[in-house]
Antibody, heavy 121, light 108 residues
Framework: QITLKESGPTLVKPTQTLTLTCTFS??????????VGWIRQPPGKALEWLAL???????RYSPSLKSRLTITKDTSKNQVVLTMTNMDPVDTATYYC?????????????WGQGTLVTVSS | SYVLTQPPSVSVAPGKTARITCGGN??????VHWYQQKPGQAPVLVIY???DRPSGIPERFSGSNSGNTATLTISRVEAGDEADYYC???????????FGGGTKLTVL
């Protein structure tokens, strides 16, 4: 059974760097084709894809946020970490991590519960 | 970058059929995935590869994709289907994931 859980601060100040950790079980991020993505959702708004890391350490970022994002993995700990620099109140959102199925055209078949991050001074 | 367009809202009476569209340039050439999100919950995959259903998703949920429009169809709508629905594709030209703006399904 695949599960994912996000963890990190619930409140960050403007200009600070946000670090979120996704801890997962039920799959290995060393399995060919597998990936873990981050998606966020501001209150009352739509889902927005942020980043994706593949089993082979290949990484992809949202074009609009690429300069502020870094995604890494620790396969031995079953964790994926997302950092976002220079946080702003508009970055207030629920942040989700999700498992990307190991297919040529991926999709997110399992999601974490999400963690709400508020950006405020 | 690739853009997916969804109607903000769709309303349907219980027992009727709801159709939620997702528009994109030549979207028929891509694989479309659909997610259901109820208030306060994480999204749940309901359709992948245009029309496949994950285990546990009722047969009432189906999908199609052709030309510039993909459609999620929910037959015999129930009150419990009231939720936001998002379409998603993989933009192979950029290797980026793209979500639509979401559609709020209201069961009258």
């Amino acid at each position: 059974q695949i599960t994912l859980k996000e963890s990190g601060p619930t409140l960050v100040k403007p200009t600070q760097t946000l670090t979120l950790t996704c801890t997962f079980s039920g799959f290995s991020l060393s399995t060919s084709g597998v990936g873990v993505g981050w998606i966020r959702q501001p209150p009352g708004k739509a889902l927005e894809w942020l980043a994706l890391i593949y089993w082979n350490d290949d990484k992809r970022y949202s074009p609009s946020l690429k300069s502020r994002l870094t995604i890494t993995k620790d396969t031995s700990k079953n964790q994926v970490v997302l950092t976002m620099t220079n946080m702003d109140p508009v970055d207030t959102a629920t942040y989700y991590c999700a498992h990307r199925r190991a297919t040529t055209i991926g999709f997110f078949d399992f999601w974490g519960q999400g963690t709400l991050v508020t950006v405020s001074s | 970058s690739y853009v997916l367009t969804q109607p903000p809202s769709v309303s349907v009476a219980p027992g009727k059929t709801a159709r939620i569209t997702c528009g994109g340039n030549n979207i028929g050439s891509k694989s479309v995935h659909w997610y259901q999100q109820k208030p306060g919950q994480a999204p749940v995959l309901v359709i992948y590869f245009d029309s496949d259903r994950p285990s546990g998703i009722p047969e009432r949920f189906s999908g199609s994709n052709s030309g510039n429009t993909a459609t999620l169809t929910i037959s015999r709508v129930e009150a419990g289907d009231e939720a936001d629905y998002y379409c998603q594709v993989w933009d192979n030209s950029s290797d980026h994931q793209v979500f639509g703006g979401g559609t709020k399904l209201t069961v009258l």
